[in-house]
């Protein structure tokens, strides 16, 4: 079974950043396509950012593009994502996910986080 544990949300202005860890225990983590993933009150949960198994590859939601970076590091088992020029619309439960197959913009993954809150204040 693999876990999956997000941690570095919070309540940050708008302007600023955060960055967010997903740190993932019972498999090794360079198998998987990992995805990031957030949910607003009353909405649907929305594609954030991807990466592919290697890194080599990356996805982006338009509405993050130029602003949000994925990242990860297979050694340490963790996925980052690094949110600059934070926007009061960004505020939402953001979640890690895993899939076997390669990185996917859709919300077809295997496994997924508990999500982490992050507010942002105007």
């Known amino acids: 079974q693999v876990q999956l544990v997000e941690s570095g949300g919070g309540l940050v202005q708008a302007g600023g950043s955060l960055r967010l860890s997903c740190v993932a225990s019972?498999?090794?983590?360079?198998?998987?396509?990992m995805g990031w993933f957030r949910q607003a009150p009353g909405a649907e949960r929305d594609f954030v950012a991807a990466?592919?198994?290697?890194?080599?590859?990356?996805y982006y939601a338009d509405s993050v593009k130029g602003r949000f970076t994925i990242s990860r590091d297979n050694a340490k088992n963790t996925v980052y994502l690094q949110m600059n020029s934070l926007k009061p619309e960004d505020t939402a439960v953001y979640y890690c996910?895993?899939?076997?197959?390669?990185?996917?913009?859709?919300?077809?993954?295997?496994?997924w986080g508990q999500g982490t809150q992050v507010t942002v204040s105007s």
């Open positions: 996910a895993a899939r076997y197959a390669t990185a996917s913009t859709s919300p077809r993954y295997d496994y």
């Open positions: 019972g498999r090794t983590v360079s198998i998987f396509g």
């Open positions: 990466i592919s198994r290697s890194g080599s590859n990356t």
